[in-house]
């Protein structure tokens, strides 16, 4: 059998277990660290640099791409309309928007929005609708979630909306 690397034979190995479990330990931990496949990892320019996570992942053998929370933050970080939902809809829509076409998409490739609104009452339901009807095609809308919750990573925040999409 032909030997396209000099490894060490099977017997010589246990021999040697500290450093066959060190050498898998590596291994393992190089493959952690790498990005899922050929996955091409975006941030918005028109948006802050996120903290600790990426505005969106597409994953290019699917063209999918996986689109973070959009809150209502302006590029410094501000809110963005607070203490008014409408406002805070509006520019989380906006902000997704910017998202997506950094990812090479548009919101007509959402196939699946997430919401997250903290107070969820039928007044954030019906402006949230009226809002999300100039965002997204009414012909074709996507699968979507809306959850009411406690609290957003900041106290100033009432909505966040993630997305999956699909790329042309």
Do not use: C, W
Not at 48 to 68: C, D, K, M, Q, W
Not at 98 to 127: C, E, F, I, R
């Amino acid at each position: 059998m032909p030997t396209f690397l000099n490894l060490p034979t099977r017997s010589a190995l246990r021999g040697n277990l500290p450093l066959v479990a060190l050498l898998l330990f590596v291994s393992t931990l190089a493959r952690a660290q790498k990005p899922a496949g050929d996955s091409k990892y975006v941030n918005a320019p028109e948006l802050e640099p996120p903290p600790g996570y990426t505005h969106a992942v597409v994953v290019e053998h699917g063209r999918t791409a996986y689109l973070s929370g959009a809150v209502a933050l302006d590029k410094q970080g501000n809110v963005v309309g607070p203490g008014d939902f409408r406002a805070q809809a509006k520019q989380a829509f906006a902000n997704l928007g910017a998202v997506l076409k950094a990812a090479g998409a548009t919101p007509a490739s959402v196939v699946k929005l997430n919401y997250y609104v903290v107070g969820l009452d039928h007044d954030k339901l019906l402006a949230l609708r009226e809002i999300r009807e100039t965002f997204v095609d009414r012909a074709h809308p996507p699968a979507s979630t809306l959850v009411g919750v406690q609290a957003l990573f900041r106290d100033d925040l009432m909505i966040e909306i993630e997305a999956v999409a699909v790329l042309p």
